[in-house]
């Protein structure tokens, strides 16, 4: 687990074998979730054309993020943010229509699925590890473009591009502590006792991408 990381190089040209591939595959569908609902969809994109759009569409939000940041947009422009043109596997992660599972999740339907969705992605990312490889969760795009280009039906939500495959090298620290753009929270700032800690709420200070660096 202390080794995991969200990786955004990967070896260009490289493949997945399809035995590990099928790892991979089981390892996902190994994770908890919610109801036994297991809600995650997953679309393999093998079509090049199809993977250019994707990361057209990564390109396009990542502008829309950098103007975002205000005086931070050049320093996020200049990170490393996806790999979906470079990895071996590109994969598409879809939340199905809710089929009516009420079973753990009556009063927080599509927290819980959302949920059961998250744990199965860790799974694969920790099984990808196992097997040498790199993985990168990206987020950057417009929900209804990826419906669009994927063809989704109504009420299937799409939660990001999984991009996977041989790296180089791995990261020794996760790259955006590397790249000093924010630093990962001590347990001392997420664990509390009984209350909430009134120096958790947000609205008291500045988010920390809007904080110059020291």
Avoid at 110 to 122: D, F, I, L, P, Y
Avoid at 146 to 173: K, M, N, Q, W
Wanted: with cysteine; proline share 7%.
């Amino acid at each position: 687990m202390q080794v995991r990381r969200d990786m955004r190089h990967f070896t260009a040209g490289a493949q997945v074998a399809e035995d590990v591939r099928a790892r991979l595959q089981a390892a996902l569908l190994a994770a908890p979730s919610v109801g036994l609902m297991q809600p995650l969809r997953v679309l393999r994109i093998t079509d090049p054309a199809l993977r250019e759009r994707l990361a057209a569409t990564v390109d396009e939000e990542r502008m829309r993020t950098a103007q975002a940041m205000g005086p931070r947009a050049a320093e996020f422009l200049a990170l490393k943010v996806e790999g979906v043109r470079e990895c071996a596997e590109l994969w598409a992660l879809v939340l199905a229509p809710d089929d009516g599972t009420l079973f753990g999740r009556r009063t927080l339907a599509s927290e819980m699925a959302w949920c059961s969705a998250g744990a199965a992605v860790q799974n694969l990312w920790l099984a990808a590890r196992a097997e040498n490889l790199g993985l990168g969760w990206v987020s950057l795009f417009e929900p209804g473009d990826l419906r669009r280009l994927l063809s989704l039906p109504v009420g299937a939500a799409p939660l990001g591009l999984l991009c996977i495959g041989p790296v180089d090298r791995f990261y020794e620290t996760p790259m955006l502590i590397q790249q000093q753009w924010r630093q990962a929270r001590p347990v001392s700032a997420v664990f509390t006792e009984n209350s909430w800690e009134p120096s958790w709420n947000t609205g008291s200070c500045a988010t920390p991408e809007h904080l110059p660096l020291g």
